[in-house]
């Protein structure tokens, strides 16, 4: 059996997992959030770290710990740790991805030469600019940086072990999406020494040995949230529906404009592999907020059973703009916009617009793509029924669910057991119906926002 760690943005989960690809055993932990300024946030990595001894020990409650094997590890991207070598002892709180501090700094890099380089594009989103300003505050010299995986091994070994895989690594707008090194012109370009970096390995390889709660166990995978994710989808391509979407799709292709590319989680024998990414900022936080904004519904929950009351929407559209566009857009000074009301105007029209607006954003990242005969999808929003029937309806091609929503933890699990098959799937929806006339109406109210 695996112990998987998924290290998330607002909490840990953990999971015993047989060979099956069965979970056995569940842990959750929250994680505290820190908002020093506006536009700020920071995780404090002894929290962190904790959160991840607190989850385990509940995922392990009852479980045989003399079945356990190896240990697999997924994490929230981006987010960067600095710490002391010589006392293991942070710096300073590690920045989250969702930290803007350093968005003026990326606003003067170049795009093209950075797109080239990394497959990314300069935003504060990634961890280089992050990097670069805490290491303006201290000195570089015994100091190592990680992003969550690097912190985590670093803690699981003590202090023996400083490295990443390749999918984290990918995030950090410092590695050559060619060479899944570490590049030195970028080094150059951040003022980056390289012996602060951890040393790079494919996602399913040896990671050090860990000691966690009295037991031994070896690190046999390690990958960013979404790359693990789709390595649990068998690859091809997957969507994640959570507070906002991410949408990957194994490809050596560049398409030139409106997706990333990063590098996709391997086994140590198999060649390099990359994925396109489409990151949607939006979706269930739109549900979120016409819930402890305006009241309209009690839960989120509630949003299947309102759309159903209604047989359409009503000429009602909801950009959910809320904190800019990300994929295809990127268009981080845009504003939400809901156009089409009427008299006749519902809360059940906002909140299947809301419904709605998720699927589209889908479509707009999958129309830079190459083009997919279904799709596999995951996060808590998948439980939403009505969702993925219209999601179906608009991509015109079958969505299958997963079984388990907790894929990013399974995905590090099946790499540490060096598996690479799709973990079992709930149910497929194939489409029904075709919407072009709604998802035209989409394409208007998106252009009054942009």
């Known amino acids: 059996m695996i112990l998987a760690i998924d290290q998330g943005t607002t909490g840990t989960t953990c999971l015993v997992v047989d060979s099956e690809l069965d979970v056995v055993g569940r842990g959750y932990a929250e994680l505290p959030q820190i908002y020093p300024r506006p536009g700020w946030v920071e995780h404090d990595p002894e929290q962190i770290w904790q959160s991840v001894l607190d989850?385990?020990?509940?995922a392990l409650d009852g479980v045989d710990r003399d079945e356990l094997t190896a240990i697999g590890i997924t994490n929230q991207r981006e987010t960067t740790v600095l710490w002391e070598r010589s006392t293991s002892r942070p710096v300073a709180n590690a920045i989250v991805w969702q930290d803007r501090r350093t968005?003026?700094?990326?606003?003067?890099?170049?795009?093209?030469?950075?797109?080239?380089?990394?497959?990314l594009v300069p935003d504060a989103y990634f961890s280089a600019t992050k990097l670069e300003w805490l290491l303006r505050k201290h000195d570089a010299r015994g100091l190592a940086f990680g992003t969550v995986d690097s912190w985590l091994v670093w803690k699981l070994t003590g202090g023996r072990v400083h490295l990443t895989d390749e999918t984290n690594a990918s995030r950090t707008l410092l590695c050559n999406l060619a060479t899944l090194d570490w590049d030195e012109e970028l080094l150059q370009l951040f003022d980056?020494?390289?012996?602060?970096?951890?040393?790079i390995q494919p996602s399913g390889s040896d990671f050090g040995e860990a000691q966690l709660l009295g037991l031994t166990l070896p690190i046999r995978g390690i990958a960013g949230d979404q790359q693990a994710s789709l390595f649990a989808a068998g690859g091809g391509a997957k969507a994640t529906y959570g507070t906002g979407s991410f949408i990957l799709v194994e490809s050596e292709d560049d398409p030139g404009h409106g997706v990333l590319r990063t590098a996709a989680a391997r086994l140590e024998h198999e060649p390099q592999r990359r994925a396109l990414e489409g990151a949607v900022f939006v979706t269930r936080a739109a549900l979120q907020w016409l819930c402890d904004e305006l009241g309209l519904i009690a839960t989120a929950a509630e949003s299947e059973q309102l759309a159903q009351t209604i047989p359409d929407n009503g000429g009602v559209y909801f950009v959910p703009a809320l904190t800019g566009l990300g994929a295809p857009h990127w268009a981080p000074d845009a504003r939400g916009t809901i156009t089409g009301l009427t008299r006749g105007t519902t809360k059940a029209h906002l909140?299947?617009?809301?419904?709605?607006?998720?699927?589209?954003?889908?479509?707009?990242?999958?129309?830079?793509?190459?083009?997919?005969?279904?799709?596999?999808?995951?996060?808590?929003?998948?439980?939403?029924?009505?969702?993925?029937?219209?999601?179906?309806?608009?991509?015109q091609i079958p969505v299958e669910t997963a079984r388990e929503p907790e894929q990013t933890a399974l995905g590090a699990a099946a790499l540490a057991l060096r598996v690479r098959k799709p973990t079992p799937s709930g149910e497929t929806f194939e489409p029904k119906e075709a919407v072009e006339r709604l998802y035209a109406g989409w394409r208007e109210a998106l252009h009054r926002t942009l």
């Open 351 to 395: 909140v299947r617009a809301a419904l709605e607006a998720a699927a589209y954003q889908t479509r707009d990242v999958l129309e830079t793509m190459p083009k997919l005969d279904r799709l596999r999808a995951d996060g808590g929003m998948t439980r939403n029924r009505w969702l993925m029937q219209f999601q179906a309806d608009v991509l």
């Open 192 to 199: 980056v020494p390289r012996d602060v970096l951890p040393t």
């Open 103 to 119: 968005a003026d700094r990326a606003r003067e890099l170049d795009a093209v030469r950075l797109r080239e380089r990394t497959g």
């Open 55 to 58: 989850a385990a020990q509940a």
